[in-house]
């Protein structure tokens, strides 16, 4: 088998979660935006291990392992009010066109599906999503859409994440 190396964001797609807890069809997804260059990760974290030993024997009879949780972060540099309404929550007034905030952040859970230029993809069919506004008001910076993305259970016997070949994905067109 040949070497797998992941990398190079190709971009990122969300849509509605579907009702059923399968992952959305790929043309029914929409590009979430423009994601920052450098600016997305995906982390699990080494998670819980417990270790039941007999008495007095240093080697373990049992050990009973529990993954930790799977983080993706990205940052969006097209930021908007409607953007900032569906992410954050308050809502854009029809007349001013402004995003009106009320201070009453929300989660929003969608589809996601991450695609690297190369290697392997990852598909989440249901996902809590956090957003906060953050950046430089300068030259030189830049004001962002910053994402937490945390995959839920789409429900039971579904699976929260797939992943699988950039290259076995079918062409599109």
Known sequence: MAAVYTFGL???????????????A???????????Q?????????GDK??????????PK????????????????NVDPAMLGEYIGGAVNATSKEWEFDGKKKSVNKALFIKP???IYFKLPKASMSAVIAGDLNQSGLLTLNFTVTPLSPGD?????????????PPEG
């Open 10 to 24: 190709a971009e990122i797609l969300v849509a509605d979660v579907l009702e059923t807890g399968l992952m959305p």
């Open 26 to 36: 790929t043309a029914d997804m929409v590009k979430i935006g423009e994601v920052l």
């Open 38 to 46: 450098d600016s997305a990760s995906l982390t699990q974290e080494e």
């Open 50 to 59: 417990t270790e039941i030993f007999e008495q007095s024997n240093p080697i």
């Open 62 to 77: 049992v050990v009973i392992e529990q993954a930790g949780t799977t983080t993706i972060a990205f940052n969006l540099m």
């Open 117 to 119: 230029e190369q290697g």
């Open 157 to 169: 016997g579904l699976k929260s994440i797939l992943a699988g070949l950039v290259a076995d994905l």
